[in-house]
């Protein structure tokens, strides 16, 4: 299962942001949650936007490298592609707290 981290405008609402997300996601994507502050982190650029966390699976050709990202930042949406760690890989989806969230750096 891939994870993403989508970043919207200042000024933005969270729940516009959620609604512009999920009307962009092909069906195999979906808003996992609202990001936290934890999640953002050290992410430069992020501080003080609405953040939401997208998850799905890659198939016949919606995947996250090859359209879900760009699509998402056509629309102005910064979404960089994090991975779950420890407990929340071995269960294939983000736990609750973003400290364990953690960006895929320059892997892909």
């Known amino acids: 299962m891939a994870h993403a981290l989508v970043t919207g405008s200042r000024g933005e609402s969270q729940a516009g ?3 512009r997300v999920s009307a962009a996601l092909p ?3 979906h808003v996992l949650r609202t990001a936290t502050a934890v999640d953002v982190r050290g992410m ?3 501080e003080g936007r609405p ?4 998850a799905g699976h890659d198939d016949a050709g919606w995947t996250m490298d090859d359209y879900v990202i760009p699509r998402l930042r056509s629309g102005l949406m910064l979404a960089t592609k994090i991975m779950p760690r420890g407990r929340e890989r071995r269960r294939g989806l983000l736990g609750r707290t973003g400290d364990r969230v953690a960006r895929r750096a320059g892997r892909r």
């Open 44 to 46: 430069g650029g992020t």
């Open 17 to 19: 942001l959620r609604h």
């Open 27 to 29: 069906d195999n994507y």
């Open 51 to 54: 953040s939401v966390i997208i």
